[in-house]
């Protein structure tokens, strides 16, 4: 009887130990999981850097003028009144800016007398 007994219990033990190490939740699963929660953390990485640039010129812009010139500047090709814009032909700028500033002293030329 204690030869059964003994037997029982051996073999319940080594369905625990499959079901530790192997089964449906267990340390192999785990190890996945970390696997895949470190690929996701460095994917993230980058994402974190850009939401913290992109916070702290939301709290540039709410906060002062500078921004606001500085990001018309550079987005939309802006020149201030006592300024005067040169295009030099050659010199490698966004086409998107050369439209603007084209557009711009075109309107600016048809308003003038």
Do not use: C
């Amino acid at each position: 009887m204690h030869k059964w007994l003994g037997l029982i219990l051996l073999l319940a033990l080594g369905l625990l130990q499959y079901h530790l190490w192997l089964g449906n939740g267990g340390w192999r699963d785990f190890k996945q999981l970390e696997a895949r929660v470190a690929d996701q953390e460095e994917l993230n990485v980058p994402l974190r850097e850009r939401n913290a640039r992109l916070a702290a010129e939301i709290t540039d812009l709410k906060t002062g003028l500078d921004a606001i010139e500085e990001r018309a500047r550079s987005d939309m090709g802006m020149v201030r009144t006592d300024e005067q814009f040169f295009w030099v032909p050659g010199v490698a700028i966004e086409g998107e800016l050369v439209g603007l500033n084209a557009g711009a002293l075109n309107h600016r030329g048809r308003q003038s007398p």
